[in-house]
């Protein structure tokens, strides 16, 4: 045990022997290594200062370096923004004057980088998408976004998938860290350490490293588990596995309705889907994480494992409270079920936020309704839990302000500094009105003169 974290940077092969394994990446490549272009604006993966990119699995992914621990770059290959030699997304930015300050510049870049050598599309609605988890102070936005247009686009070839890197066993100063290549050593390593923190994208989990300080000594990184990153579609039904990224699932969630894939793009920037799990998501239980409304509207199955032992369990009876789940000790989120919608089904998925794009929700809410009329609605940011809304469910084959009615006896949201507990309600009924009316969530926001 011991061993080294290995990877690739700017071409160069790293062998890591004697570092905190949770350190962030960002603080190893400014401090240990003068990589100083990546810059810390915010340290909690939102303004896309610090972005880098992950060459991996045939695709090019920029991730937010401050929140992005060193063990989880074990047997990957990482270009940052001094490693670029005059590459288009770079004369780009120079010729349509995208830089003015330059502090966010490197992470515009980056960004355009990852989007330019993925094969990204050139149009204004791609780009936008693709530069949503960077922030300009000084609202340049305009240049950028014509650097990008005038970068055109390149078509790649991806490359087969790779096989698992090998197990990680690290340990260094008392702080370990494992990243298991398959579910069989994972369970049974959570069996011998079930007070090991489980780290999937870790879009949550850097933040207590970057804001709380708080030291991490055991961790468990899902990254490199194979079973873990499966995707299946068949006829009836998606399943993910719990490691699968946003960015990985997005095609087949949008393939169930338009409007899961509409919601799932406002998941944070690029650099945060890229990252981020729905297994991660799913299991850190914020009342106002936004892939929990879509799952509970479209009846999510979830199955956990503790050694050898799997069972099932209803996405609604996976939350006991605040952020507690009835995940047991050792046990993890092996895979999540997704049935797809039948024939004759109505679907409809809003989200409200202060800004369009890379911010939390208000209110994020769902609507599921078979031909036979039986309703399934999943809210998010009305309860201490995602939930469902079971009375408003019954009352819709009343009527729409029946449902909405019962609505104000399935919730009493709280009062934050995102709304007030009537603005929330008030909301969330709208949207359910909308959803009845069959407005689509982006009508408004394409409203012609």
Excluded at 54 to 60: I, P, T
Excluded at 148 to 162: E, K, L
């Amino acid at each position: 045990m011991g061993g080294a974290i290995e990877f690739i940077l700017n071409g160069e092969r790293i062998a890591l022997a004697a570092v905190d394994p949770s350190r962030t990446l960002l603080a190893w490549l400014r401090e240990a290594r003068g990589l100083t272009g990546s810059k810390e604006g915010c340290a909690e993966g939102d303004c896309g200062a610090c972005t880098v990119a992950v060459r991996e699995h045939g695709a090019v992914r920029p991730i937010a370096s401050c929140i992005a621990l060193l063990g989880a770059m074990d047997g990957r290959e990482l270009v940052t923004v001094e490693h670029l030699n005059d590459h288009p997304a770079q004369r780009a930015m120079v010729q349509c004057h995208g830089s003015q300050c330059g502090f966010c510049t490197p992470g515009f870049v980056m960004a355009l980088f990852a989007h330019y050598e993925s094969g990204g599309s050139a149009d204004r609605e791609s780009l936008c998408d693709a530069l949503a988890g960077n922030l300009c102070r000084c609202t340049g936005y305009a240049p950028i976004i014509a650097a990008g247009a005038a970068m055109g686009t390149v078509r790649r070839t991806v490359a087969p998938v790779a096989a698992p890197q090998a197990v990680l066993d690290y340990e260094h100063d008392g702080k370990r860290f494992f990243a298991p290549a398959s579910v069989a050593k994972l369970a049974a390593w959570l069996e011998q350490r079930p007070h090991a923190r489980i780290l999937a994208g870790g879009t949550d989990l850097g933040l207590e490293v970057t804001k709380a300080h708080r030291d991490l000594d055991c961790v468990v990184h899902l990254g490199k588990v194979a079973e873990l990153k499966r995707i299946d579609e068949s006829e009836q039904a998606l399943e993910l596995g719990a490691a699968v990224t946003y960015a990985e699932a997005f095609e087949a969630l949008a393939r169930i309705h338009p409007d899961v894939g509409e919601l799932v793009r406002r998941i944070g920037g690029a650099q945060v889907r890229a990252a981020g799990t729905l297994g991660g998501n799913i299991a850190n239980a914020s009342p106002i994480g936004d892939s929990m409304p879509l799952l509970l509207a479209l009846g999510c199955t979830l199955t956990l494992q503790r050694g050898a032992a799997q069972r099932q369990l209803v996405l609604e009876d996976f939350y006991t409270g605040y952020r507690k789940t009835a995940l047991r000790p050792g046990e993890f989120i092996r895979s999540l079920r997704i049935e797809r919608l039948q024939h004759g089904a109505r679907f409809g998925a809003y989200k409200l936020s202060k800004r369009f794009d890379q911010d939390i929700s208000t209110v994020c809410a769902a609507f599921h309704v078979t031909e036979g009329a039986r309703a399934q609605f999943g809210f998010g940011g009305m309860a201490a839990t995602p939930a469902r809304a079971p009375r408003a469910e019954a009352a819709w084959r009343d009527g729409i302000e029946a449902a909405c009615a019962a609505l104000a006896q399935d919730f009493q949201p709280l009062s934050d500094h995102r709304g007030s507990a009537w603005y929330r309600l008030v909301a969330a009924q709208n949207l359910l009105r909308k959803f009845a009316a069959r407005v689509g969530p982006r009508a408004l926001l394409e409203v012609r003169a």
